[in-house]
């Protein structure tokens, strides 16, 4: 059974930066693409960013060029830097763990943290 553990977040001004860090636990790392998405007030849950257990990372249109997603396959754990923060970034986000295996899919969901962008 795979739990995912995210820390970081907060709030900050615009322009600012934060971090968010997600712990993968059980199951193997490598076996997992891994995601970012978020959910803004009213809205539904959108995708931010994943990465291959390679380590190649892919964003979406609205944070590309400001958000960098990495991973450490040793220390089991993906992070999300957020640069040049903006208002429209305020959002929960939520850590996603996804593997693919003989036709079937296991999706893992972190508890969610909340970033505050103060415009």
């Known amino acids: 059974q795979v739990w995912l553990e995210e820390s970081g977040g907060g709030l900050v001004q615009a322009g600012g930066s934060l971090r968010l860090s997600c712990k993968h636990n059980?199951?193997?790392?490598?076996?997992?693409?891994m995601y970012w998405y978020r959910q803004r007030p009213g809205q539904q849950r959108e995708l931010v960013s994943f990465?291959?257990?390679?380590?190649?990372?892919t964003y979406a249109a609205s944070v590309e060029g400001r958000f960098v997603m990495t991973r450490d396959n040793h220390e089991r754990t993906v992070f999300l830097q957020m640069n040049d923060l903006k208002s429209e970034d305020t959002a929960v986000y939520y850590c996603?763990?996804?593997?693919?295996?003989?036709?079937?899919?296991?999706?893992?969901w972190g508890q969610g943290k909340q970033v505050t962008v103060l415009s």
């Open positions: 059980g199951g193997i790392f490598n076996n997992y693409l």
């Open positions: 996603n763990a996804l593997r693919s295996f003989m036709g079937s899919e296991e999706v893992y």
């Open positions: 990465i291959t257990n390679r380590g190649t990372a």
